[in-house]
DNA sequence: TAGCACAACTCCTCAGACAAGTAGAGAAGC
DNA sequence: GCTTCTCTACTTGTCTGAGGAGTTGTGCTA
């Protein structure tokens, strides 16, 4: 009958289990009975029905608390973020940069560590550096603000960050381009400044430097 | 060095494998050392370094098959927003949340049109009305907040906003349900705030007033 | 009534054993 | 020389039993 079953047990359990949350047995953010009473439910061992969770919890659908339980997230399926840069006007996605940049720049202030201001500071130096490669110098630019994002510890502004980061260097690249020339002094101690603000815990002034700086950069575009 | 470590033993190994992937150590199509290996390797018992390779299985970044071993079949898995906000803490999307509604708030204040006006002044309305469910309330007030990051005119924040409501929805809900109350005046005052900010078009008070907003609304997590 | 200890429940990790499948080396046959 | 078969070492798949660790609700105490 069952011709071939090459399919491993915990595949399967996992193809069954995602059917019945998408049959509605259990609703979104509701806690799945647990694995000593799924497995013999199911026919099988306590570890591969561990492993048809993992594999689900991989793809986003279950997450799993230690002493809690086993709870579903979502029913299933993603959408395209990159279509929708691609799109967008770039005076759209620096607003977006403005946005981020701006509170994680506020956040930097009240939350980075010494280890961070390192990192930045190096950032800055390495970016005084290359001053004669336009592209090196667009890199370097982008390597010294996300060193400022990655010092507000926010997982999500960091990940936002990077989604903007391509769309924007090819639009820095070509403007900076069209003036022909880059890397001024001006520019570098605007950075400074900034930094001098994260340093001292000021998140007020951190914010708003970074904000006159985007917006600046803003003005510049086509 | 890492003091804290309330994340599983397998998603940690999963993380590290992750990154020797990225770091490419094996490329695509290869096959991973076996399990035997890897396991004493990052010291871990065989039964944790399986869940870790099914949690990547189900992330599409491994296959594995039996009696011949463990392949590579992605370097990186495409970026998942959705992933991205389920795993992450609900006050570092809340911080996201501010870093957008706030931009939004002071550029509404800015574009918004006499129809957009309309819009936001329906929705208050409209929220004003919802006082007894609590999820309808919840709806209501995303509304509210929609009709203002819509009369920004910026559909990067337009599409950032709707990317972590879901996400949002669910922890003002657990919130409100434990709180026990919700609907307040105060609230409903604020709200109006800062659509007359927005109507007189004063961006500094609208961004103020928001951010004042969802830092309140941040304090009252769990 | 408010606060706290505790017990029951949950997932997490390990170790050991055996089953099932794969791939390569080497023997056997043509 | 080439094909085919068999055997073997190695790999993943599965199960079980034992503790460890975190969460949650209950009931007792003050």
Redesign the pocket.
């Known amino acids: 009958m069952t011709q071939l079953?090459?399919?491993?047990?915990?595949?399967?359990?996992a193809e069954a289990l995602l059917e019945r949350i998408r049959g509605g047995e259990w609703a979104l953010g509701q806690?799945?009975?647990?694995?000593?009473?799924?497995?013999?439910q199911l026919?099988?061992?306590?570890?591969?029905?561990?492993?048809a969770?993992?594999h689900l919890a991989g793809r986003g659908v279950l997450v799993?608390?230690?002493?809690?339980?086993?709870f579903v997230t979502a029913l299933d399926e993603p959408e395209d973020w990159d279509q929708v840069l691609r799109r967008a006007d770039i005076a759209a996605v620096i607003e977006a940069r403005i946005a981020i940049e701006v509170e994680a720049s506020a956040l930097a202030a009240e939350r980075r560590t010494p280890a961070d201001l390192r990192a930045m500071r190096r950032a800055a130096q390495e970016r005084e550096l290359k001053r004669s490669g336009l592209e090196e110098h667009v890199d370097a630019d982008t390597a010294l603000h996300r060193s400022i994002v990655l010092a507000a510890h926010n997982p999500i502004l960091t990940e936002l960050f990077d989604t903007f980061t391509p769309r924007s260097r090819q639009a820095m690249i070509e403007m900076l381009r069209r003036r022909g020339e880059h890397g001024s002094d001006a520019d570098q101690l605007t950075h400074v400044g900034i930094l001098e603000a994260i340093a001292s815990r000021d998140a007020v002034l951190a914010a708003a430097l970074t904000r006159e700086h985007l917006l600046a950069l803003k003005a510049e575009l086509p």
Request: no cysteine.
């Open positions: 079953r090459r399919e491993p047990l915990a595949e399967q359990a806690k799945l009975p647990g694995e000593t009473t799924l497995a013999p026919g099988v061992g306590r570890s591969t029905i561990r492993e969770i993992r799993t608390r230690q002493g809690a339980g086993v």
